[in-house]
């Protein structure tokens, strides 16, 4: 056979060879560092024995391909040292991540403590270095191994893969564990790893299910490499927006009001104000038209619209369908309120497309367990817009949807971190969806030729559509590199047959239309947070809940400091006055700390001339002006809503 390898040259064998063979026969070195092999594009076990021509490259530490094995070879022995450490523990699934590895374990919540401990473990065995040794048993006989084993989610595991499928395990010392591979060859492969942290995950991401424990961990091929991304790690935390929004007083939780239930503080507050006057002119231009509709209502109007059937779970309900006549839920959607604002007169083919906005708030009853700052909670308000439309329209109208999500994102200074998805029905669990599969199918293919059209990248998910119809997906990661979903359009094939909506077409008839579901924006709470991530708190200056401090050098200069600060707020400018009796460069440092964009240093000099000495965290001291200049030069950079630059660090130096 010959093997094509990476380099080009051709290695000829008269009989069968395992890719760790063939590594060796190149270089002793290459097959000390081979983690695994890349053949005809896939990634295979260095185990793996080839009998055929081929391409084939070795794949090391260097390699993404190759760290992906080292990190799932880490979260073997992750689960090895833990049955040496708490052997009461029940193991579940342990992958590697793109950030490194974590393994799911039924186990009380581990402290930091607790995971010191797994990792002293786990060096022990990564120094013994135990040797990894793959085998396969048949269904029955794999079934009976974990059941000794006492592993009830590994059975559930082999119980529910194919009847066809080849059922393997590796086992490494004293430890076996249900996997398909690869791993490397031995646990000495492993140089630098870390336990990162731990938190709750259900099994199989099923609410219903046990709550497990989930340890996080990472792994790189050098000790330098592993350092690197610690520091970072330790940078991200101070972005994280749960810690950094509660430090800027933006937002904060009290046990007493409940999980998934923030107070927005004023400053926090202002700038969702700030947000939401600027959606709602933004829609009114393009031709949406408000309604405001109630937070509750009787569970028959969830009926018709089948969430009661599809999404009763996650709603929090007022009453006992038992003994009430009379059952209330609050609204986890606006969706059917707005139908009713429709239906209110019989519409002609010329009133659509009908475009009807509300700035929505809602309530969904996450579990506790998923619950994290504003990006997962359980009262919430977004952006929401419904599109009465007729099949002639759907494209343009999505368009215009698209359109206004990417003036948001474009505006907002975020349009680079998103990523877009074509979320559609799973065809084998079509009980969880309305309608047939040719209806699917049909809609489905228009969003992906309209998407095409539009010019959009983006990939496709089964199973991540509404029960109602398909869906653009608009994806971000938060600093963990955690995705949701920011912003949804929606394409609606179902609910206006259930809610009986109709208009006139151009012969007198009645028709269907389509409906658009969509956010502009998204959740204003999520949003929210993304931004305290994206900038580190340092928003842009139309944002911030304070653009301005007014900072006089001493008492005698605070009447003209008030009279500044007058000035700005008269023309729309959020600012305040420092008149403590503190030092300027206490007053300065203090200003930085909180972050603003600008700070206006007025004295003596200052007062005489009618000017301000303005400093920034753009550009440092950016010398002295009129106040009439910085005036008009501040509101043009509200107005236009401007992202400046930052060119110098805090300290006035350069910014990288």
Known sequence: MKITLKDGSVKEYAESKS?????????????????????????????????GDCELAILTARDKEGLTVVRHTASHVLAQAMKHVFPEAKLAIG?????????????????????????????????QG???????????????????????????????????????????????????????????????FKLTSSSGAYWR?????????RIYGTAFNTKEELAEYLEYLDNIKNRDHNKLGRDMELFATVDVIGQGLPLLMPKGAKMIQTLQRW????????????????????????????????????????????????VFALRPMTC??????????????????????????LFRNEDSGEMHGLTRVRQFTISEGHLIVRPDQIEKEFRGCVDLAKYCLTTLGLEEDVTYRLSKWDPNNKDKYLGDEETWDYVQNMMRDILHHIGIEFTEEDGEAAFYGPKLDIQAKNVYGKEDTMITIQLDMFLAERFDMTYIDA????????????????????????????????????????????LPISEKYEEYAKKVNAALKDNGILSTVDSRSEKIGYKIRQARLDKLPYMLVVGQKEEEDGTVSVRSRFAGDEGVKPL????????REIRTKEIRKITVTEDGKPAK
């Open 279 to 326: 959606i709602e002119d933004e829609e009114e231009k393009r031709g949406y038209m408000r309604t405001k509709t109630p937070l509750m209502a009787k569970k028959d109007l969830y009926i018709i619209s089948d969430h009661w059937n599809h999404y009763k779970e996650g709603m929090f309900v007022l009453g006992d369908e038992e003994k009430e006549d009379e």
């Open 628 to 635: 009439d200049t910085f005036i008009n030069d501040i509101c």
């Open 95 to 127: 992958p590697s991540i793109d950030t490194g590895f974590y393994y799911d374990f039924e186990h009380e919540p581990f402290s930091r403590e607790d995971l010191d401990k797994l990792e002293a473990e786990m060096k022990k065995i990564i120094k």
């Open 130 to 192: 135990e040797k990894l040794e793959r085998f396969t048993l048949p269904r029955q006989d794999a079934i009976a191994f974990m059941e000794e084993k006492g592993e009830p989610y590994k059975v559930e595991l082999i119980q529910d893969l194919p009847e066809d499928a080849e059922i393997s395990f590796y086992k490494q010392g004293d430890f076996t564990d249900l996997c398909a591979g690869p791993h490397l060859m031995s646990t000495k492969g492993i140089k630098a």
């Open 19 to 51: 890719i760790i063979e063939i590594a060796a026969d190149i270089s002793e070195g290459l097959a000390r560092a081979a983690c695994a092999g890349l053949v005809n594009g896939k990634v295979e076990d260095l185990r793996t024995v080839l009998d």
């Open 205 to 213: 991401g099923d609410s219903n299910r046990t709550m497990l424990q």
């Open 507 to 550: 012969n007198g008839e009645k028709k269907r239309p389509y409906i658009i579901h969509r956010t502009s924006m998204g959740c204003y709470e999520r949003t929210l947070a993304w931004l305290i991530e994206k900038y580190e708190g340092k928003f842009p200056t139309w944002l911030c809940p304070e653009q301005v401090r007014v």
């Open 336 to 361: 059917p309120f707005q139908y009713y604002v429709y239906k209110q007169s019989q519409k002609s083919y010329r009133d659509l497309p009908c475009r009807y906005g509300e700035t929505s708030t």
